[in-house]
């Protein structure tokens, strides 16, 4: 039996002290079987009673029901006695229901309240994901214990039928696969494979959802391979699957692997847990598929300007998958500086053109991503140059980095030599930048300011 806290059992108190019945269900109880929750239980709590929505808003007049499919939210504070007060939860209630037809693929057209819970989990879309508890006894027709135990992902009766109702499925079938390590029931797998383009009819959206989900899960090239087998991959992100076609073994070249295989190895060996970094890495050389050149006299194979190709994809890419700006603009800049050079003669002025080009808030992902292209291409993870390249970017960012870094600006300018705002001033901030930079000038007011007169 599984202990449920006690601010979930006294919420579950209420219904029954009304003679309603009501179980955790979904990801809720699945978590709790597995064993590992969040601490103090799963973060969201689902549950399915018999009371209707309207009977559930009497017992808690504060909660909000705004949809046809029979859930109200309603906020529960989790209760610490030592700190005063604790973290507030919200609970998803849901009135036992059987559903009509799916006429888009995602949403039933018509909901049915109904008796019993076995009726409610008959609808649901795995058998991990069937099973309720009322902290007491476990309802479970399909078995859902036995797959958690055996690490196994099926759907709940036909799979067919469950991914043509609601082909959002066929994602989350993978994301779940990728986060809890499960793997996919045959019959489930091959109805995934045979039903893949009905994710089409799927807003990009809620594809995105579980797709950046499955990237930062534990298993992220596990999950792309199966996207790939299953040929949901090919549907979502055709520019990744026509990767795995090209080759990169050749002379002189260090590669191993052909550039699909290689971008899914990168994204494994990556050590950011940063969602944007880790679909970079996963995109970083997608621009090679049309940057593809082979010499038939000696074999070299080239990619010549694949990030420029690539970053572009990247643009395109991020607009199918509905990012907002700010990711979009980190996704593409990563993929199109993910070639910058690593260098022991490289001069403080090339560092610093490194830093400005990708941002200091995103040099850690740019230097990341380099790992996992290293790894992802059969080498090690770091060298001995790029090593000392990370120590020089400390040591440069440590010096005036920007024009703004002077102990002098405009104003100053423009008071001792009696000049108009213009073009003077400006040239005369980025010749003391220089010199300054160079070690020729002391970064001082003083200094700064008997320098300049002579620049006038």
Known sequence: MIQLPVYVSRFMDVFRKKGFKIYVVGGSIRDLLLGNPPAGGPKDWDFATS??????????????????????GISQEEKNPSAGSGLKHIFEVTTFRTEGDYKDNRRPEKVTWAKTIEEDLARRDFTINAIAYDGKIFTDPYKGQEDIKKKLIRAVGDPDKRFQEDALRLMRAVRLSSELGFLIEDKTRDSIRNNAKLIKEISFERIRDEFLRILVSKNPAEGVLFLRSCGLLEQILPEIDACFEIPQKSPKRHHIYDVGTHLVMALKHTPSKDVITRFATLLHDIGKVKAFKKDEKSGLITFYNHEVIGAKQAGQIADRFRLSKNDKDKLVMLVREHQFTVSEIQTDKAIRRFIRGVGRDNIQDMLDLRTGDRVGSGSTATSWRLDLFKKRLVEVQKKPFSISDLKIDGKDIMKELKIKPGPQVGKILNELFEEVVEGKLKNEKKALLERMINLK
Request: hydrophobic share 35%; net charge positive; glycine share 10%.
């Open 51 to 72: 009371a209707t929505p309207e009977k559930i808003l009497k017992l808690f007049p504060k909660g909000f029901y705004n949809n046809k499919f029979g859930t109200v």
